[in-house]
C-alpha cells in the first residue's frame, strides 16, 4: 500500500476492516513481539523507497508526470519492486493481475498493462476511503482498475490472522501480486494468499513483496513444502526483497 500523500512510518489502522468472528490469540500477539523485536533491521533498511532520480526514472519510464509518485518506503513499496512488476509485464504481458495491498502498485501496473497490451486489474485492500482516493490517483493519471475495498475474514488453509474477503475473482490468475495484510496482524499473515494458487495459470507468477522479513521467510519454507509444483526464488530488486513464484504445471 502507497498513499499519494505523507503518509505517518506506522500502517493505517485496520480497526474497521475486522471481522466480528475473528479475534486475536495471545499466541499472535506473542508472535508480533518476537518478530517486532528481531525484524527491526529490515524494517530500518525499508525506509527507503529509493532516490528521487530512481523514482524520475520509472515515471519517465512509463510516461507518467514527474510528481505522480511523491512518497515511497517505510510500509509503503519502493522504486526496486515496482520496477520488477513494470519488468514483469513489459516480458510476460499477464491477462488478469491480482493485487492485494492497493497504492502505488496499482498505478505502476495499471500504467505498464495500458502500455502493454492491456488486461485485467483487481485490486483489493481493507481501508474503504483509502481505496477511493486511490481510485482518484489512476484517473488523475489516465488509468483505471477494479479496486475494492475488501475487509476481512478469518484466515483460510490453517494460516494465522485474517485475510481478504475478497469475493468472486477470475478463474484464472497471471499475475498475483501480494503487499498485504500488514505483518502487525501476524509474520505469517500474506501465507494465506496460497488459497489462490490453484488458480495461477501454468506459466504465471506471484510475487510477495516484503519478503526479505523473517516472518516472511517462514512463509516462503512453508509454501514450497505445500506447493511443489511452483519454483519459487528470493530476489532483491528493493531494499525489502522479493519471492518470486513460478508455476511450472
Known amino acids: 500500500m502507497t498513499s499519494r500523500e505523507l503518509t505517518s512510518f506506522l500502517p493505517l489502522a485496520d480497526d474497521g476492516a475486522w471481522p466480528a468472528d475473528a479475534r486475536r ?12 523485536a ?13 532516490s528521487r532520480e530512481e ?3 520509472l515515471t519517465q519510464r512509463l510516461g507518467l508526470a514527474h510528481d505522480a509518485l511523491p512518497y515511497l518506503g517505510s510500509w509503503k513499496a519502493d522504486t526496486g519492486f515496482l520496477n520488477l512488476l513494470v519488468d514483469h509485464i513489459e516480458a510476460r ?18 500504467r505498464a498493462l495500458q502500455l ?23 484517473r488523475d ?23 481478504y474477503d475478497h469475493g468472486a475473482l477470475p478463474a484464472e490468475i497471471d499475475l498475483l501480486i501480494v503487499d498485504g495484510p500488514p505483518w ?22 506471484i510475487m510477495l513483496d516484503d519478503a526479505a522479513r523473517p516472518g516472511e521467510r517462514v512463509i516462503a519454507r512453508k509454501w ?7 519454483e519459487f526464488d528470493l530476489i532483491h530488486p528493493g531494499t525489502k526483497g522479493t519471492l518470486v513464484g513460478t508455476r511450472l504445471r
Open 25 to 36: 490469540s495471545v499466541s499472535d500477539i506473542l508472535h508480533v513481539m518476537a518478530y517486532g
Open 38 to 50: 528481531i525484524g527491526w533491521p529490515w524494517l530500518l533498511r525499508s525506509l527507503s523507497g529509493g
Open 55 to 57: 523514482k524520475l526514472r
Open 93 to 110: 504481458r499477464p491477462g488478469v493481475v491480482v493485487e492485494f495491498g492497493a497504492g502505488a502498485s496499482s498505478l505502476v501496473v495499471a
Open 116 to 138: 502493454n497490451g492491456g488486461g485485467t486489474q483487481i485490486s483489493c485492500d481493507q481501508h474503504a476511503g483509502f481505496v477511493r482516493d486511490t481510485r482518484q490517483w489512476l
Open 141 to 163: 493519471n489516465g488509468v483505471d482498475a477494479d479496486l475494492r475495498a475488501t475487509p476481512f475474514r478469518p484466515s483460510p488453509n490453517g494460516w494465522p490472522g485474517v485475510w
Open 184 to 205: 502487525a496482524i501476524h509474520p505469517y499473515v500474506r501465507g494465506a494468499a496460497d488459497s489462490l494458487f490453484d488458480r495461477i495459470s501454468v506459466g504465471g507468477t
Open 224 to 230: 514450497r513444502k505445500r506447493w511443489p509444483n511452483f
